[in-house]
């Protein structure tokens, strides 16, 4: 999130769509209730279900599956022809005015430069026109043809009201309405916040969901203001926190990058890297990459890293190709190319698409290792549990290791919840059996592998040998030792640069803030955006004072959050040009004529004078951007496209299927069903009662929603004869479930390039271990192919078809 | 052999001095089987019948053990009230000579029977009793079951309406209204069988006396005599 | 129609019928005095009380646990309750239906106690000890980096890469855990690196 | 001596962990079943309400999940019939209940209406008037309606007697059960576990008319949004109630699954623990005095020597008439 779940009280109107917070995060979703209680903030849903968010709020409106980006830049359009833009912010704060070079241009949806059998685009022309000082020409009048406004407006010509109705299948007159309660907060005193998660982010163009919104909260000015902002409502309690300490294939901590095979060595490594400001005088962070990297490299491999060996820069692994996500594990896995896996407190098997793609996967593994608090469907891929695991057990010749971990209650540590906050946590139960710490059981792993490099040698043992390790009590790590070295700290005493004899920080001691990491090999810092939550003043992540003087909802001494306890990210930019705040009634930071001042940690150098830097620090621009150059695979603005798995072609070019740049492995495209076998389109969701597939576990929840089910209309019941509680069998091009059906008022069939589509809701919370009844999960249905930048499973838009099933089943 | 007036067990055991058998021993244990679970009943529904007499729940070991035993006892009341049913119903049918008996209930009361008409086995008194009794026993079973909260899951499936909330307010009124009627029936029945003397014997010992017969039920008497076979020498006097 | 006599209740009615016979007894003894209206002892008095952070969602509510034995003082501490805490500026004491019931996933009988392996076509689990267990996985980790790392690609240049091992990262472990694992996986060269961020 | 426990004030609050003594005592009970002339207690506590704003409720089961863990009850785990109600009803092993209607407003937009069922807490109970055993339940002076299992005889009568159908009896514990509104932790100045949890606040808890003014905030913001009908229901037909909604209809209470418009204790139950007990008795008591008293005074129906002679000429005659003459009669 851009901004925190307590900043949501200070919001004007609240738009849930791409997400479900009244379910999925309620007691986050407080927020929104403080804000109508207290301010009369109103409250907009849009969502293909009528779901909880819906029963409490003020407008809602229905929307097919897959088509949200129709939506949002037909509402950007509505604001730009009704004049609904905060110009001061947009003119100032955004790169409407830069000029974008000759060869760019958008023709049937596509932009220039695609290579369908590379299925990927030449992203040069998507770049900026740069004068002879190296700078971004800047139009002030927004009036040249290739400025990014004049680009903005083409691009979204062709999404009219009527367009929107017919692609998203929300009648008109309800979009225009939520168009119209949108464009009041285009008024710098009145503010929008946006609250998305998977129902955005799990479609094959899932990012370009985002973007859409980003923009249209660029042109109201609604980022870095209190109660507005781009709020991802992150799924699990630390899933910000893995991303953070880098836990994916192409990240090291702090959101560096891992080197590529075409950077041989540091040197090439950096020149990429640390970019140079595109504006005069901006701060464009990224050009203190380096005392980031460096720092890290020290606390990866401690003194063997040194400036000669690149900081140990040939021990880390090099990619070949960037994503190499757990779907691309899973693909390599089913092709026989993955002898080993390991999974951590996650249960893939009910989690990733396309489960017999995943039993035949695991099935090819020698040896699976599973770490879970709880028994899991994964570890027991291999049982067989009739319809709901139909396996040859005798056949799978996977080893399976199930290791008991403890879970919350029985560890200690931070977690980083959706608004940054680091919260440090304590164990107060003992736990069961012989049950042992994640960081214990990755020790113990590390330490015996160490032990055969040193006795038996081997390949390339310097990395294994050289990772720095120095622990009070090397078998086990404490919580505290960690987080201190994710802070980072001197290792040589600091002096200012500006003046040799000031001493900065002696050595050893933790340092206070990012500010103070070094190049040269003096400090070392696990995790650069972490600086500051352990310093020499002790453990900030347990901080638990909630005084908010202010009232805006800041608690700036409740724990730490990243980056430099900043609680509102981009905060420059609640102020005007002048520095002075757009709404005086809710004030984050001021200029007050020498500095910025106010609640908040300011988004900026604290002395950075008003008219001169941009409040975006970490872009080259020192702005945000409407045009967001190469940044992303498929565009630099959102378009319209089709879920893979769709009821009607694109409307902007019927030839392309789903998102043109997405990654399909070969056995998955042929795998996709069309809408003449496949009618339905499906999506999968969460409910309030469970929390993925570890609720079923606790008989509490059980209690609460006892078994799998789908949902569909009352006016699909009568048209297959589905009566409400009986079974039903849903099936895809990949397979087949079985459920109650739960009939209900709260789907409608919508109306879509003249046909009438109907939505089956597929919850994903049963499967076969735990205290619920057995059931199945919507990934045995889904398509295998994720966001074209990121990977993430379109779960939210597929095909299926249903009947009613005997009811002797299960 | 025509028992227009006399059930088929009644007969004249001697004639010096003559004893009539009025109730034999099945009959007899049957009655009493029921007088046990009506007293019995009695006794715990009054105590969920009114606090001051809660106390008498203690009787049975608390209010725990009469929330199960009474409807146990009220089901034992019902099947063996319904075998007596059996046994009595034809003769406490109403004759014309009911309807003058009641006409002289004053004379009833006081006792001089030659004004009142001759009578069968049972006068209207009687009959009254008996149909007041089914007629309550009834009514109690069928609000008793349901109110009976334990087993409602067993018969609400064929009743739904039976088991809906308002339907059990008016059964547990009716309940306790029919229970308060037959507890005076009950006072009724035993005070009569007290103050008409020579009665309980019919109860005890099966028999009565003749000039009981004679008094108050003439007309069962004769059709008695007319049905005894002549004494010949198989029939020892002391039959 | 079952008459399930519980055992207090068989005695006071056996010990009732006795007094129900004597005609002594028909004096009506004093029934039982009706128990004092109470309300149920309040389960938290004497419990540790630690703070701690829900497992599930991302808006991270504060909450306290109330345990039977103090775990920071070195004794075994059994869980009894778990409630959202009202000095957390985030949830102010509320949770959601998966948070108010934390304390029966803590305790669910689902909860792995052993470490346990399943030997190749075997349809059971059998358990082991944890040095069995980090023997195997060490054994089969060096022998597939010995055999599949590639130290130098095509072009000769150094790459250190392992793609036959793969690691995939939680979502609810802590910061430290995170930072631990990433150090284990990268110094073995595991590019096939993931977490729970997209589903 | 233990620090004897506050009066609750909010349910948003961290229970003590040090002993306190209850402040919810044996003596501030103003009614108790099936018990006559109940002391009046010496002090009156503080009259205390829980608030269930169902425009706040998002159906989210967190005061159920609540009410299950504070209370340790374990209700069966059952089957999904069609819809989002589960348990399907309350039961003894679950107090609260969250009930789903999918309702069409006029203007053909669909509202979702979700209510919060459990006990009502009414000022007048009907289960206690019901109650035939002493002492199972009580009404504290703060108004919280408590059943005490150690004198509840399981019979059902409060089933009968509540106007909302909310007590339930226990197939194996042979006892009624119901929300306690918490009572052990308002003994030591708490608020119950589900306005403890409930994310949204629509339930909040704290005295009566704190609670009253809340709603009456409340119902200005909704009709602001366009609720013209938004009420407080403190039904007066049970005396006014410590558990009120406030509705977006609140003219039409029975659009939420069924909420009583006019919830009262229903006639037959009045009639049945009013007049019949004491008709009854009465007419009881008199017969029973007059069989005795007749008894005493009136000389029995005897019978006498004469008849005994009459009895056996008539069988003497009637044998001696013959057996042949016998078919005829």
């Known amino acids: ?810 | 052999m025509s028992h227009q007036y006399s059930a088929p067990g009644d007969h004249i055991e001697s004639t010096k001095p003559v004893t009539v058998s009025r109730y034999r021993g099945i009959t007899r244990l049957n009655h009493w089987v029921t007088a046990l679970s009506l007293i019995l009943l009695a006794i715990s529904g009054l105590s969920l019948f009114h606090p001051s007499l809660f106390f008498l729940s203690g009787l049975f070991g608390g209010g725990q053990v009469v929330r199960w035993l009474h409807p146990a006892i009220g089901i034992v009341l019902f099947l063996s009230f319904f075998l007596l049913f059996l046994q009595m119903w034809k003769l406490n049918l109403p004759r014309r000579e009911d309807a003058t008996w009641v006409a002289h209930i004053g004379d009833v009361v006081q006792g001089n029977e030659d004004k009142l008409p001759e009578l069968g086995k049972y006068n209207a008194g009687q009959k009254f009793v008996f149909w007041a009794m089914t007629g309550l026993i009834l009514l109690l079973i069928l609000t008793g079951l349901m109110i009976w909260e334990k087993q409602v899951p067993l018969w609400e499936p064929y009743a739904p309406w039976a088991a809906t909330i308002p339907a059990r307010r008016i059964a547990l009124l009716v309940h306790a209204l029919s229970a308060v009627g037959i507890i005076l029936v009950f006072i009724l029945h035993v005070y009569a069988a007290i103050w008409t003397r020579g009665t309980l014997r019919a109860m005890t010992t099966g028999s009565v006396t003749g000039g009981w017969a004679f008094r108050h039920h003439r007309k069962w008497l004769r059709e008695l005599a007319k049905n005894r076979k002549a004494p010949d020498n198989h029939n020892t006097p002391a039959e | 129609m079952n008459i399930d006599l519980s055992r207090r209740s068989f005695l006071r009615l056996s010990g009732a019928g006795v007094a129900a016979t004597s005609l002594a007894a028909m004096g009506f003894h004093e029934a039982e005095a009706a128990e004092a209206a109470h309300v149920r002892d309040f389960k938290l008095a004497t419990m540790t009380e630690t703070r701690n952070i829900c497992t599930y969602c991302s808006v991270a509510c504060g909450v306290i646990m109330y345990s039977k034995g103090d775990l920071a003082a070195g004794e075994k501490a059994e869980l009894i309750h778990i409630e959202g805490d009202a000095d957390h500026p985030t949830n102010k004491g509320t949770l959601c239906p998966k948070g108010a019931a934390l304390k029966d996933y803590v305790k669910a009988e689902t909860r792995l106690t052993h470490p346990r392996l399943r030997r190749p076509g075997s349809d059971r689990f059998e358990e082991i000890s944890w040095d069995e267990a980090f023997d195997k996985i060490a054994r089969a980790v060096k022998d597939d980096r010995d055999a599949n790392l590639i130290e130098k690609n095509a072009d000769g240049l150094t790459v250190n890469r392992l793609t036959t091992t793969g690691y995939l990262a939680a979502s609810a472990t802590t910061n430290e855990t995170a930072w631990a694992t990433w150090k284990v996986v990268r110094s073995l060269g595991i590019v096939g690196f993931d977490n729970q961020a997209r589903v | 001596m233990t620090e004897r426990a506050p009066q609750p004030t909010t349910a948003a609050a961290n229970p003590p962990v040090q002993p306190l003594a209850s402040n919810l005592l044996p003596s501030d009970v103003v009614r108790i079943s099936a018990t006559a002339n109940v002391p009046a207690p010496e002090r009156q506590l503080d009259k205390v309400a829980k608030l269930i704003d169902v425009s706040k409720c998002i159906g989210c089961k967190a005061c159920q999940s609540a009410c299950i863990e504070w209370n340790d009850t374990h209700p069966a785990i059952e089957e999904n019939v069609g819809v989002y109600e589960n348990p399907h009803d309350l039961t003894p092993e679950m107090f609260t209940l969250m009930r789903f209607s999918e309702y069409e407003n006029p203007q053909g937009d669909l509202e979702w209406l979700i209510r919060k069922d459990g006990c009502m807490h009414c000022e007048d109970p009907g289960c206690l008037k019901a109650c035939p055993a002493p002492g199972a339940i009580v009404q504290y002076s703060n108004g919280i309606v408590d059943f005490v299992s150690a004198n509840c005889i399981g019979c059902g009568y409060c089933v009968s007697g509540c106007p909302f159908d909310v007590p339930r009896i226990h197939q194996t514990a042979h006892v009624s059960k119901k929300c306690t509104l918490c009572s052990d932790r308002v003994a030591v100045g708490q608020g119950p576990a589900c306005a403890k949890a409930c994310p949204t606040q629509a339930i909040t808890f704290g005295t009566k008319e704190s609670q009253i003014a809340l709603a009456n905030e409340r119902i200005e913001d909704l009709k602001s949004r366009g609720y013209e009908n938004a009420g407080l229901y403190d039904p007066q037909g049970v005396g006014g109630t410590h558990v009120m909604y406030v509705l977006h209809h609140a003219d039409k209470p029975g659009l939420y699954a069924g909420l009583p418009d006019d919830p009262r204790i229903s006639p037959v139950v009045e009639s049945w623990k009013g007049a019949t007990k004491t008709v009854g008795l009465a007419a009881i008591g008199l017969a029973a005095a007059g069989a005795v008293l007749h008894g005493l005074f009136s000389k029995g129906n005897q019978v006498t020597a004469e008849e005994e002679h009459e009895a056996e000429e008539l069988v003497v005659k009637t044998a001696a008439v013959q057996p042949e003459t016998r078919e005829e009669l």
């Open chain 1, 1 to 810: 999130m851009t901004n925190s779940w307590t900043d949501i009280k200070n919001t004007d109107l609240v738009v849930i769509m791409g997400g479900n917070a009244a379910e999925a995060h309620p007691c986050g979703f407080k927020w929104v209730t403080e804000a109508k209680h207290h301010r009369g903030a109103k409250l907009i849903v849009v969502d293909p279900r009528f779901n909880r968010s819906a029963s409490v709020s003020d407008y809602y409106a229905p929307i097919r599956p897959g088509s949200d980006i129709a939506f949002l830049m037909g509402v950007i359009r509505w604001c730009i022809e009704n004049d609904k833009v905060q110009w001061d912010y947009v003119r100032n704060y955004t790169n409407v005015g830069y000029l974008v070079r000759e060869d760019f241009g958008f023709q049937d949806g596509m932009f220039t430069g695609y290579d369908a059998e590379k299925r990927s685009y030449d992203q040069t022309s998507w770049e900026y026109e740069l004068g002879e000082d190296g700078y971004v020409i800047n139009d002030e009048t927004l009036t040249h043809p290739r400025s990014v406004w004049q680009l903005l407006k083409k691009h979204v010509e062709i999404y009219t009201p009527e367009f929107v109705e017919n692609v998203c299948g929300t009648p008109k007159d309800r979009f225009l309405k939520i168009c119209e309660m949108i464009g009041e907060t285009s008024s710098p005193t009145k503010t929008m916040t946006s609250m998305y998660a998977l129902g955005w982010t799990q479609h094959s163009k899932g990012s370009q969901n985002i973007r859409g919104m980003a923009m249209l909260q660029l042109l109201l000015g609604n980022i870095g203001v209190p109660g507005g902002g781009m709020n991802a409502l992150r799924g699990h309690s630390n899933i910000q926190g893995l991303t953070d300490v880098g836990l994916m294939s192409n990240l090291i901590p702090g959101y560096l990058a891992m080197p590529r095979e075409t950077e041989p060595d540091f040197a090439t490594y950096m020149s990429t890297r640390g970019n140079k400001p595109l504006r005069p005088n901006q701060m464009s962070y990224w050009q203190n990459y380096g005392k980031f990297m460096v720092s890290f490299m020290k606390a990866l491999w401690g003194d063997k890293a040194t400036a000669e060996n690149g900081w140990g820069y040939d021990w880390l692994p090099k990619l070949d190709i960037v994503q190499y996500d757990a779907m691309r594990m899973f693909n390599m896995m089913k092709n026989g190319e993955v002898n080993i896996y390991f999974c951590q407190g996650f249960n893939p098997l009910l989690s990733f698409p396309n489960r017999g793609k995943m039993t035949e996967a695991f099935s090819k593994l020698k040896l699976l290792v599973v770490m879970d608090p709880l028994a899991t469907e994964t570890a027991a891929f291999w049982e067989n549990h009739g319809i709901y695991n139909d396996v040859d057990t005798a056949s799978i010749q996977t080893e399976v290791l199930e290791l008991p971990t403890t879970c919350f209650a029985e560890d200690e540590g931070a977690t980083v919840n959706s608004g940054r906050w680091l919260q440090w946590h304590w164990a107060g139960a003992t736990p069961p059996g012989e049950a042992r710490s994640d960081v214990w059981i990755m020790t113990q792993i590390y330490q015996r592998i160490r032990k055969l490099y040193e006795t038996e040698g081997g390949k390339a043992p310097e990395p294994v040998l050289n990772l720095a390790w120095d622990y009070a009590d090397p078998e086990e790590p404490t919580a505290a030792e960690l987080a201190m070295e994710l802070n980072g700290r001197a290792l040589t005493t600091l002096y200012d640069a500006t003046d040799p004899t000031k001493v900065v920080l002696e050595a050893g001691k933790q340092v206070s803030g990012f500010g103070q990491l070094r190049d040269d090999g003096s400090t070392m810092g696990a995790c650069w955006i972490y600086a500051g939550c352990f310093t020499e003043d002790g453990n900030m992540m347990a901080r638990r004072d909630n005084s908010d003087p202010s009232g805006m909802g800041v608690f700036q001494q409740w724990s730490f959050a990243w980056p430099a306890n900043r609680r509102v990210l981009y905060n420059r930019a609640s102020c005007d040009p002048d520095g002075k705040p757009w709404d005086p009634s809710r004030v984050l930071i001021e200029w007050n004529g020498e500095k910025w001042v106010g609640p908040d940690i300011p988004d900026i150098a604290v002395t950075a004078k008003p008219r001169e830097v941009g409040p975006f620090i970490m872009n080259p621009e020192g702005t945000s951007r409407f045009f967001s150059r190469k940044l992303m695979r498929d565009g630099p603005f959102p378009t319209h496209m089709e879920p893979f798995e769709s009821p009607m072609a694109n409307p902007l070019n019927p030839e392309m299927r789903g998102n043109p740049v997405a990654r399909v492995f070969p056995d998955d495209m042929a795998n996709m069903a069309t809408s003449a076998e496949f009618p339905l389109v499906a999506t999968s969701y969460r409910l309030t009662e469970h929390f993925h597939y570890w609720t079923k576990h606790n008989y509490v929840n059980a209690v609460n929603q006892p078994e799998f089910f789908v949902e569909i209309s009352e006016e699909l019941a009568a048209e297959k004869g589905i009566k409400k509680g009986g079974m039903v069998r849903v099936w895809s091009k990949r397979g087949q479930v079985w459920a109650k059906a739960v009939v209900t008022k709260r789907i409608r069939p919508m109306i879509c390039d003249g046909k009438p589509v109907h939505v089956v809701g597929i919850p994903i919370h049963w499967g076969f271990k735990g205290a619920a009844r057995k059931g199945f999960g919507p990934n045995t249905l889904g398509p295998f192919v994720g966001d074209a930048n990121i990977e993430t499973p379109e779960f939210k838009a597929f095909l299926v078809n249903i009947e009613p099933a005997s009811e002797g089943l299960a």
